[in-house]
């Protein structure tokens, strides 16, 4: 058996699945943009990221399939792992039973054959080698459903990477591509559209609905953020006000800084919910203001955690109890040290001249 050193690229694409819904969407140069993969309140998503990478010092080309409900890694393939099999990746979908993991691992052995078969087919028709370069095939796809467990819509999108990609449009029958892609297997597509018009909002509802029962727990479960504002002066005089959402999951949350009842938008900075590595989310949305100002600015978070949007502002710090604790702890101190101090020099000059009635112990010898 062959050792395979970790490739840089190998990593990266072992690191992509992934933070959100349809990030790879956002990365790729596909046409989706994240809105149309995003999530509405109380729906969820099965989605599949299946990648083959190939390249030097990999000896055939090596399939990994995982398998997520919204954010949650549920199952998993690896073509080069000491069993091959499809394994759970969250605890509870070992509730499977074994037959359902045999199941799985015969449809992924069977598709790691085919995904091999057109991989090298796309490497011979854009003249690529495996010894200069890595190459990878990436195909996501999945399914979502709504609050009331029907099916919403299905994607699927393969990419020959830093190359081409062709994507199902919305109407699951006709697709979306940039480069060749779309010529090399024109038949192939058309009877790829086919199955996947059954298979999204068949079988890929069914084994999500599956997951949310197994996995209620964890993934039904709503997190409200830790919120909090923060003040920083800047260079010049205005202030930044940052409005921090932390520890909330589903990661679906809005953030938006309001000045007298109208957004502040385009003056706002956001970044991306990002993973806190346990599970839960954190996002921020910072606003420069006229220092002075800060009161007449408020951030509003939405959350499924909460009843109604929350409403924050910057409070300005309390009188400094810190600051204050120090002269309390010098008196207090003093008066510990002036107690001790005190004390020992009693004791000493007790040891010097040792109170009479001690020194004076009754001689009971005297009555024997
Ligand atoms: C496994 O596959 C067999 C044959 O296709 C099928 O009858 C059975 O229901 C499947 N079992 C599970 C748990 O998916
Ligand atoms: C401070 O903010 C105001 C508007 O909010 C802007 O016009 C001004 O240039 C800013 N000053 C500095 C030094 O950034
Ligand atoms: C502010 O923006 C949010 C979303 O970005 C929107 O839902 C809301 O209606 C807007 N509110 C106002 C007062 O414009």
Redesign the pocket.
Known sequence: MRTLRPSALLLLVLALPLTQNCAVHQASPGPRSGSQCASSPGSHWLQFFDTVVYGPDIWEPRCIYVSYVDTTPVQGFDSTAATVSVQPRAPWMEQEPPEYWHNLTEEALYQSQSDRKLFRALMKYYGHSKDSEYHTLQKVYGCAVGNNGNFLRGYYQLTYYGYDYIALNEDLSSWTAEGKLAQIFKSVWVEEAEYLRTYLPGDCVKMLRRCLDLGKETLLRSDPPQTYVTRQV?P???VTLKCWALNFYPAEITLTWQKAGNNHTQDMEVIETRPAGDGTFQKWAAV???SGEELRYTCHVNHEGFPEPLILTWEPPPPNIFLMAIPTGLVLGALVMGAVVTFLIWKKQRARHPPRVTSKAPDFSSHT
């Open positions: 800047r010049g005089g205005n420069v203001v006229p």
